[in-house]
């Protein structure tokens, strides 16, 4: 069993910044990529940012230069800092890992249970 326990949410002024932390504990053997997908009411969840075990990173085109992720590999969590929040990002913000448990050789994936970012107008 892997725990994913996600942190930082709440409501924002445009403009204001936030971050997010989601951290992983249970039966780990190791992590490789970590992410941060969001889902807004009525739209489809879409790739917010992913960063690999060697810290190569991934944004999508709507938050690039305000969005930041990173990670600390000794704490299994992973981070996104975002600066100049606009409403339209306003959504649920959900952490994803994929890991390796101690009972099985595979990867797996496990999701958070996400995290409500709200940022006025």
């Known amino acids: 069993q892997v725990q994913l326990v996600e942190s930082g949410g709440g409501l924002v002024q445009a403009g204001g910044s936030l971050r997010l932390s989601c951290a992983a504990s249970g039966s780990i053997v190791s992590i490789n990529d970590m992410g941060w997908y969001r889902q807004a009411p009525g739209k489809q969840r879409e790739l917010v940012a992913r960063i690999t075990s060697g810290g190569s990173t991934k944004y999508a085109d709507s938050v690039k230069g305000r969005f930041t992720i990173s990670r600390d590999n000794a704490k299994n969590t992973v981070y996104l800092q975002m600066n100049s929040l606009k409403p339209e990002d306003t959504a649920v913000y959900l952490c994803?890992?994929?890991?390796?448990?101690?009972?099985?050789?595979?990867?797996?994936?496990?999701w958070g249970q996400g995290t409500l970012v709200t940022v006025s107008s």
């Open positions: 994803n890992v994929e890991f390796k448990p101690y009972y099985s050789g595979n990867y797996y994936f496990s």
